[in-house]
């Protein structure tokens, strides 16, 4: 009996974890070039990252916007959104977002997370990591005397 009701919990967490899942598809480029959840891209500081979300629905959504964040940045998190979107079932929509890293901005390894949002809720995530880079050779005149 025992073994029944473990088969049966097992059944019941399966089918709440497979609905949790995100059946929209989500494709990402950064800089022109398409990426995954294991790129790391070399961003240098100082610039502005071009980023277009291609969003397929697989249903009628309302309200659809998407958040671009980069955490750890010491003075404060690096984020743009879209405008709001009703997208019909099938309908593919390009979203472009441009996040602009600060010129002090420490080199390293930063966590980028795109999320897309319909009526106020999450309905897709997407994380990779971009590595910020110096520009390199670059000098800036703070005064001339």
């Known amino acids: 009996m ?3 009701a473990r088969i049966l919990i097992i059944l019941i967490a399966a089918v ?5 899942g995100f059946a929209n598809k989500l494709d990402v480029n950064i800089n022109g070039f398409s990426i995954d959840e294991e790129t790391t891209m070399n961003i ?5 990252i071009p980023i277009d979300i291609f969003l397929t629905t697989d249903e009628d959504l309302e ?3 998407i958040f671009a964040i980069i955490g750890g940045y010491e003075h404060g998190i690096i984020s743009e959104e879209s405008e709001a979107y009703d997208l019909d079932d099938g309908d593919t929509k390009k ?3 441009d996040l602009k890293l600060p010129e002090d901005m420490d ?9 897309v949002f319909a009526d106020g809720k999450t309905i897709d995530i997407f ?3 971009i590595r910020v880079v110096q520009i390199r050779h670059y000098l800036e005149a703070e005064a001339i005397v």
């Not at 709440?16 to 949790?20: A, P, Y």
């Not at 240098?44 to 502005?48: A, D, L, N, V």
């Open 2 to 4: 025992k073994a029944i």
């Open 16 to 20: 709440i974890i497979s609905s949790i």
């Open 44 to 48: 240098e500081r100082g610039t502005t």
């Open 63 to 65: 309200n659809v916007v």
């Open 95 to 97: 979203f472009h977002l």
């Open 107 to 115: 080199p390293g390894v930063y966590e980028l997370k795109i999320e």
């Open 127 to 129: 994380e990779t990591k």
